[in-house]
């Protein structure tokens, strides 16, 4: 009987030992994740830095004093010392966070998490994220500086990570069981691919060629006009385009294909956009320029941005950098500010691809046989084998979608033309509008930015203020790049960019400011043909309405305007809806529902109940309005929300207003009380598992972490109002990530916050320490320190030094 106990015994020690040193699933291996020694237990920290550090081959001390909200102000003697040193402190607090998003960026996810991101790594792959990052990777390393600077960063990450071991290495390395990687100059490029995708344009080409094919040409052109019947566009509308005397593409006589497809890659996210804006000095009530930026991101943990002084004798500088990449992205010195914000430019475009055999080496393409190019993707699964994706390149680009990805011809496929694969220095824009000094300084530094199109806000010292949309971006013929195109017709090719001095631009406008929030940059006088693929209506309007509604603004102005609630998109449809609806056979809970939002003022506050009402009265208006798109196996994009709108007031006899599967033929004012009873019915179901559906309950923002926001390292129910159409643009896990307002004194007086903190380490006490006020609309005043002497609110002091 005591060998039976002795060999249960034994096994049940193996048994635990295996399951607490291996990874299950999704469970972390638990004896490595509890152990004392190296386990979570060692992420424990306040971040609180003192002493001396070594770093290899500085070749002089660097001070890098923090602040009481753990912001490095870092003072180096030269630049390749500075972003050494920028390298190494970012990677001690935001390691794993930049490198996971290089693995994301590169398709390689699956090496960490297994086989259930296979898939997304074979997107990622098919849609040439290595590729593009590569020749973005070798024009930077063409450039002398920027690929003198990127070795000195990688070498300061490569410093701290040779500083860890098990003990300390950041927890999600615990969580995932996996090891940090030497950090390479393809990292950032990576990183930098994986910020140029996340702000690409969200084409729609293949779900409007669906579209195209089913309503027709009349119908597509109503639904999805290239100008809406308002525009406030981002250059102003009285600006002379007379100057611009490039060639324009014409559009050739030709057919587009008209194929249909069932499933799309996704799409970044909707809602990727920004606000930005700048005032002359004769409008600010200080008599400086002023200038603010709030980039609109997912709302995650760690946050996409860590703030940070980076500063040598010749030059110092402030504000948002991204974890992975040099210098100061949106920011201040002492001479200049920027900021920007999406410009949605549709620089995505498809082509079918006919391939002469099932061998795939040759396509067609001028009456011609031409040849592809392989490019083997090896796919490390962990757990599993290695997979093998051959993804076909042609002139265009990538063949995305064939047979063996989301398609079923062998002998077609479509191929991705994107800027994006072009490579550019984009790099080289942010380390020269870092030491930039004027007007001239900022347009000669974001000459080299590619991708993705960007709005450049700028306000000077000087009191010049200043807007670009900069980016590489083709001349396409008009209609070009709406639809599927012809990859076999050199007419349907991209056959020339705009000169970067034709971009649309402006300086110094009587109006006295300049903005941009994602809305249509120009008017329909601007000679190049630009595409309409969803620009923002609202925030834009509302932003210059506020400009135009006095003649000085200070501070306090620009932070009540960042933070401005009012639902304009709501303002322009609910009085129609609640003036045309039946009511009379509203039950008495639902009668309550329309006084309340009758009652409504439009703006979406944390207390109120209006803008839940609205929120889901919205959603399923919109569903029941576009019924007919909800069709099986073809891929299709719903109409833009403005022209919804549009539709919705102007056209509410029209046969999209039927409900495809009732008998009845049902109108606008129809589609207004049936969506609201589905509300009703929605919220009262809420509110009696809840309580009052008060916004900030049922809105319930949160700021989740990268991995899937796992509850422990997140933060839910984040007070904060507004929505998406508001220009404080926070919907349930999306908003502004990043709030920026600089008045050009000397110094400047700048303020910024974020929804997260400075440490990616979820022990820290400044992991999230920001996100209470950020939701609140306090501010933080940078302490942008003029030389490393500075003491006033330093909480602790580093030097690096070298080891040689």
């Known amino acids: 009987m005591k060998y039976i106990k002795l060999f249960a015994t034994l096994v049940l020690t193996l048994v635990v030992f295996y399951v607490f040193n291996t990874k299950i699933g999704s469970i972390p291996p638990m004896g490595k994740f509890l152990d004392p020694s190296e386990g979570i237990w060692q992420n424990e920290t306040n971040d609180i830095v003192n002493g001396t550090i070594n770093i290899d081959e500085l070749s002089g001390p660097v001070t890098v004093h923090y602040d009481e909200h753990l912001i490095p102000h870092v003072f180096a003697q030269n630049e390749l010392d500075l972003y050494k040193a920028q390298g190494y402190i970012t990677a001690k607090h935001r390691l794993w966070q ?3 998003q290089t693995y994301a960026a590169a398709g390689r996810l699956s090496e960490i998490v297994g086989d259930a991101a296979l898939d997304y ?16 990777l070798e024009k930077m390393m063409a ?28 927890l999600e390395y615990k969580l995932l069981d996996y090891k940090p990687e030497s950090w390479t100059v393809k990292k950032t490029s990576l990183l930098l691919m994986y910020m140029t995708k996340m702000l690409a344009s969200r084409d729609h080409d293949l779900e409007y060629t669906n579209a195209l094919r089913k309503f027709g040409q009349d119908r597509f052109d109503l639904l999805y006009p290239d100008f809406y019947d308002v525009n406030d566009p981002v250059i102003p509308k009285d600006t002379d385009w007379s100057f611009i005397n490039a060639a324009m593409t ?21 809602n990727n956009g920004s606000n930005n804006w700048a005032i002359a000095g004769e409008k600010s009530t200080s008599g400086h320029a002023m200038l603010a930026n709030d980039p609109h991101l997912g709302l995650n943990l760690p946050s996409i941005w860590f703030v940070m002084q980076l500063s040598t ?21 002492n001479d200049v500010s920027w900021g920007v914000t999406n410009a949605t430019r549709d620089v995505v475009d498809w082509y079918k691809i006919e391939f002469k055999d099932a061998s795939r080496k040759q396509y067609k393409y001028d009456g011609q046989w031409k040849n592809t190019t392989y490019r083997v993707e090896d796919i490390k699964v962990k757990g599993n084998t290695t997979i093998n994706d051959t993804v076909i390149y042609t002139h265009h680009g990538p063949v995305t979608y064939d047979h063996n990805f989301k398609g079923d011809n062998p002998l077609s496929g479509y191929a991705m033309k994107w800027v994006g694969h072009i490579g550019g220095n984009n790099q080289l824009t942010f380390l020269n509008l870092n030491k930039s000094k004027s007007y001239d300084d900022y347009v000669n530094a974001i000459k080299t930015f590619t991708a993705p199109a960007q709005n450049f806000v700028f306000a000077s010292a000087e009191g010049d203020i200043a807007l670009w949309i900069q980016g590489l971006l083709p001349i396409k013929w008009e209609g070009q790049g709406k639809f599927l195109m012809d990859g076999s017709n050199p007419e349907h090719d991209w056959q020339s960019f705009i000169p970067q001095k034709f971009n649309a631009h402006v300086k110094n406008p009587e109006r006295g400011f300049v903005s941009s929030a994602n809305q249509h940059p120009v008017d329909e006088n601007y000679p190049f043909y630009v595409f309409n693929d969803g620009y923002e209506t609202y925030r834009n309007r509302v932003i210059n309405d506020f400009f135009r509604g006095k003649e000085k603004f200070n501070i306090q102005d620009f932070k009540d305007l960042q933070n401005n609630n009012y639902n304009l998109k709501a303002s322009e449809l609910v009085p129609d809806m609640l003036n045309t609806m039946d009511v009379s056979a509203l039950t008495s809970e639902e009668k309550d529902i329309y006084n309340q939002i009758k009652s409504w003022d439009f703006n979406s506050g944390i207390d109120d109940l209006a803008p839940s009402i609205w929120l889901t009265w919205w959603s399923k208006l919109y569903a029941s309005v576009w019924d007919e798109y909800d069709v099986e196996n073809v891929a299709l994009n719903k109409p833009f929300e403005y022209q919804t709108i549009f539709m919705l007031k102007n056209h509410s006899q029209d046969e999209f207003m039927d409900i495809v599967e009732t008998s009845k033929i049902e109108t606008a004012e129809d589609l207004f009380l049936i969506s609201f009873k589905q509300a009703a019915e929605d919220l009262l ?57 600089v008045e050009m004194s000397t110094p400047p007086k700048a303020f910024g916050i974020y929804p997260g903190g400075q440490s990616g380490n979820p022990g820290s006490l400044y992991y999230d320490n920001m996100i209470d006020d950020w939701a609140a609309g306090r501010y933080y005043e940078l302490n942008f320190m003029q030389d490393a002497n500075t003491r006033d609110n330093v909480i602790s002091t580093q030097t690096l030094t070298s080891t040689k």
């Open 250 to 270: 014409s559009m050739p006589p030709s057919e587009l294909p008209l194929d249909s497809i069932a499933e799309t890659i996704t799409k970044p996210h909707p």
């Open 685 to 741: 179901a809420w509110k009696a598992e809840n309580g009052d559906y008060v916004y900030k309950d049922y809105k319930a923002t949160y700021v989740g972490h990268l991995l899937q926001a796992l509850p422990a390292l997140s933060r839910f129910n984040v007070a904060i109002g507004g929505d998406r159409n508001t220009v404080n643009a926070a919907s349930k896990n999306h908003g502004p990530s990043w709030r920026m307002i």
């Open 98 to 100: 930049m490198e996971f």
């Open 313 to 333: 004798p010749e030059f110092s500088t402030m504000g948002a950098t991204l974890p992975g990449a040099l210098g100061v992205i949106s920011g201040f010195n």
């Open 143 to 170: 450039d002398p500086k920027t690929s003198m600077f990127l070795k000195a960063y990688c070498d300061g990450v490569n410093s701290y990570i040779n500083t860890l071991d098990n003990a300390n290495i950041p």
């Open 121 to 136: 790594d074979r997107q990622e792959r098919r849609r040439g994220m290595g590729f593009g990052a590569e020749n973005a």
